[in-house]
Structures are given as structure tokens and as C-alpha cells.
């Protein structure tokens, strides 16, 4: 069975500032990878998604995630930070149904 | 197209009460799930269904029923409500494309049972 690990509960970063969200899977054969993101109150939304090619993928709203089969890693990033990113955000992987992780809350200081 | 729907936004039960959480997509997919969330747990699996007239029990399908009598509907029912079930249960329709499935979520349901 998959599983899926996102290390950091809570990061706080400060507006204009870079940010990468650590996941890590636990899967046998080729992943399929997603980012999605949930602000408050709200269903989640997809961010982005890795089913195969290039490692590096990019999604909506700026951010980029890139896939290292070697270190089972998706880390999110984005290069500059703004306010309206802070928000909760999970890693999920797919495996005829979606797992996802425990999610990272991101708090965004002006 | 108003993607996945989901009624009631929010909820309160007594314990022992039942009642169906409502799920509805116009996007014509087969693939639809319910996921629960709770704090620092993520989403979990509770039931799935790949098509109508097919389901099958997730992750934490105890105290859930589903059933798909058609490709646009999914209800989830509680029989027996419990404190336990006091959660945020999303829905999700998927699509297939290329080698993987790609989830559109509803924006919620916000239960509370007392």
C-alpha cells in the first residue's frame, strides 16, 4: 500500500520569500503524484500533478514540483511567496485511489 | 458546468440520528469518492465508486453507506451517527487522462453530531 508523508505541520514564511513543502511517498511502482491546495473553508483545489516525463512539473499560481524517484520526493515550491498562498496544503499519490498526507500549513507574514 | 456540488454546506446531528450527505457532478465522470477530513489526519477514503452501480469500501467505511444509481450522483448515508463521525466529508469526481485520474473536489459538508 502507498503512503504519503509531508514532514513540516506548519511553516511560516515571510511575503515575497521563497518556499518548498517536503512530501515523501512510499510506493512500489511509478507514482502519480498531486499537489492540491485548501484555503480556508474550501475543497481542495489541484495545484498540479506528476504522471510521468519530465520530473519537473509545473502547476498553477506559480508553483513547481519536481518528482526524484531516488529520494521517493515531490517538494513543492514556489519563488516568491504571497499573502493570498497561505493556505493548507497536501501531497497526494495515486494508486487507484488517492492517499494523501497529513498536509502543511502555510501561515504567509507581511 | 457547477463541477462537484455538495449539500448541505453544514450540519448538526444527535447522536443516533441518520441522515445522506448529497453529491452531485455534471462533468460525466465515472470515478466519485467521499473522503473525511480531520486535523492533522489529511483526507481518508471512506467509499468509492468507479462507475454506477459499482462501489467499494475505502479506508474508514464503518458507519457509511453509498450507493450509485447514477453516473452523476454519489450519497454517502450515516446510519447511526456518532461523536466520532464529526468531520469534513468531501466528495470528489475524477476523469481519466493518459495513465492516471485527475479529482475535482465539493466544497464540503461541515458536520457535527452532538
Known amino acids: 500500500a502507498q503512503s504519503v508523508t509531508q514532514p513540516d505541520i506548519h511553516i511560516t514564511v515571510s511575503e515575497g520569500a521563497s518556499l518548498e513543502l517536503r512530501c515523501n511517498y512510499s510506493?512500489?511502482?511509478?507514482?502519480?503524484l498531486f499537489w492540491y491546495v485548501q484555503s480556508p473553508g474550501q475543497g481542495l483545489q489541484l495545484l498540479l500533478k506528476?504522471?510521468?516525463?519530465?520530473?519537473l512539473v509545473q502547476g498553477i499560481k506559480g508553483f513547481e514540483a519536481e518528482f526524484k524517484r531516488s529520494q521517493s520526493s515531490f517538494n513543492l515550491r514556489k519563488p516568491s511567496v504571497h499573502w493570498s498562498d497561505a493556505a493548507e496544503y497536501f501531497c497526494?499519490?495515486?494508486?487507484?485511489?488517492?492517499?494523501f498526507g497529513a498536509g502543511t500549513t502555510v501561515t504567509v507574514r507581511a | 458546468n457547477a463541477g462537484v456540488t455538495q449539500t448541505p454546506k453544514f450540519q448538526v446531528l444527535k447522536t443516533g440520528q441518520s441522515m445522506t450527505l448529497q453529491c452531485a457532478q455534471d462533468?460525466?465522470?465515472?470515478?466519485m469518492s467521499w473522503y473525511r477530513q480531520d486535523p492533522g489526519m489529511g483526507l481518508r477514503l471512506i467509499h468509492y465508486?468507479?462507475?454506477?452501480?459499482?462501489?467499494d469500501q475505502g479506508e474508514v467505511p464503518n458507519g457509511y453507506n453509498v450507493s450509485r444509481s447514477t453516473t452523476e450522483d454519489f450519497p454517502l448515508r450515516l446510519l447511526s451517527a456518532a461523536p466520532s463521525q464529526t468531520s469534513v466529508y468531501f466528495c470528489?469526481?475524477?476523469?481519466?487522462?493518459?495513465?492516471?485520474?485527475?479529482?475535482?473536489f465539493g466544497q464540503g459538508t461541515r458536520l457535527t453530531v452532538v
Open positions: 470528489a469526481s475524477s476523469y481519466v487522462t493518459g495513465p492516471g485520474r485527475v479529482a475535482f
Open positions: 510506493y512500489g511502482a511509478t507514482p502519480y
Open positions: 506528476y504522471f510521468s516525463g519530465d520530473t
Open positions: 497526494a499519490v495515486d494508486d487507484y485511489k488517492l492517499s
Open positions: 462533468m460525466n465522470h465515472e470515478y
Open positions: 465508486s468507479v462507475g454506477a452501480g459499482i462501489t
